[in-house]
């Protein structure tokens, strides 16, 4: 199978699975995405979640922040953690927002990139799930997947960006990469993925995933038996 082959059916499986999906992040405009995917560095969706409950309640446009008083942002989203970095990009962000373009989010990575607290995996995803363009969202499940997938050999977010762009059609790209995050947290986890369960099977290589994880249950309890027979022998 070659990688491009391979990227098509693991998308295809995946597409199977999970049929619907969206990205986990609440929010109901462009600025909504952008503050909430700032915010998920290094926290988990579900504490961006609560946070933001209140947050879009007290800063609604992109003005409201560029004006907020530095203690009191701090105050709504210290349980994200990194709060200090956080709330000091945000404000400059919006700044830029807000005197460069009209206090709305730009459309394109270049612009996105200006932004304070903006790298590629936050611009991607506002391009992607607000502005509808093709994207690659390079986060942990992504880099992981990819790699045990065989689709990359690179840890490096960019290089996988780049990499999963030639492999898999504009369309099918952000699908993907959400579906990854999907799969990464139901079966291909960090710790123990469930190979033996796995509906990708069929398309992953399973590289790096230690052999207790990849056998069928029956294979390894005979190459259990046959070990404990040989140690009886012995
Ligand atoms: S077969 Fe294993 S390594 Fe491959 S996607 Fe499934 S759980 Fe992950």
Known sequence: MTKKERAALAAELLEKEYPEVKCSLNYSNPLEMLIATQLSAQCTDARVNIVTEELFKRYKTARDYADADIEELQDYIRSAGFYKNKSKNIIACCKRLVEVYGGEVPDTMEDLLTLAG???????????????????????????LSNRIGLTSSREPEKIEQELKKLVPPEKQLGLCHRFVYHGRAVCTARSPKCTECSVRPACKMTGVDKKFTEQPQKAEKKKTEKKKTEKKG
């Open 118 to 144: 903006t790298g590629r995996k936050t611009a991607n995803l506002v391009l992607g799930d607000i502005f509808g363009k093709p994207a690659v969202v390079v986060d942990t499940h992504c880099i992981r």
